[in-house]
């Protein structure tokens, strides 16, 4: 379900990574705002590929009941390029709850690109994996990710505060979610 998983949509290619990604995805992983809202800093390229490998081992131990993260690389179809990834995992703040994630080189900014590999993205979360909800979770400084977040259909709910001192980093960030009966419920309107 996971290792196999390829989703096509007019532009772009989501599917699994695999080492032969190592050097795209690091010169993604160099751009500085690319990783400024990410937890992880700027990697080398061996970061990058133990990143690759150890996401290799989650495609296999990953399951509909236990997500353990789940990153598919986004490849621009036209030129057969990585640029960028998006993937479903358990919230740092809560695993219990399944969150979207994404991120892309900064020359595709701007082009709707995020929000068209998030929906597929959805798709598949509730479509394939039968996931109830999937959240969100966004810095309020991250203007364009709040959008990309708000073009999936995914809803603001809270603003995240009073955590435990090892999980500040995500004091004040902003929280959306979306269950499975709303996604279907604006499927069917749109």
């Known amino acids: 379900m996971f290792k196999d998983m ?4 007019r532009r772009l290619i989501v599917r699994p990574f695999n080492l032969k990604d190592s050097q795209e995805l690091h010169e993604i992983m160099s751009q500085k705002e690319v990783v400024r809202f990410l937890p992880e800093d700027v990697m080398s390229l061996e970061e990058v590929k133990r990143i690759i490998l ?8 990953n399951s509909p009941n236990r997500i353990i993260k789940f990153t598919a690389v986004i490849v621009w ?9 998006c993937g479903l995992g358990p919230l740092d703040i809560n695993p219990k709850e399944i969150e979207i994630f ?24 509730f479509n394939t994996i039968k996931l109830d909800e999937i959240v969100a ?6 203007i364009a ?15 995240i ?12 960030c902003l929280y959306y979610s979306l269950s499975k009966d709303e996604y279907l419920r604006t499927a069917v309107e749109t």
Request: proline share 3%; hydrophobic share 30%; glycine share 10%.
């Open 161 to 172: 505060e009073k955590l435990p001192e090892e999980f500040s980093s995500y004091q004040g």
């Open 54 to 61: 150890w996401l290799n081992d989650c495609y296999e131990r």
């Open 137 to 142: 979770v966004c810095d309020p400084e991250n």
């Open 77 to 85: 179809k036209e030129e057969q390029k990585v640029i960028g990834w």
């Open 6 to 9: 390829c989703l096509e949509t």
């Open 102 to 125: 994404y991120g892309l080189s900064k020359e595709f900014w701007g082009k709707g690109i995020a929000t068209e590999a998030g929906k597929a993205m959805l798709h598949y979360g």
């Open 145 to 159: 990710s709040i959008s990309v977040i708000e073009k999936m259909g995914i809803i603001y709910r809270k603003k």
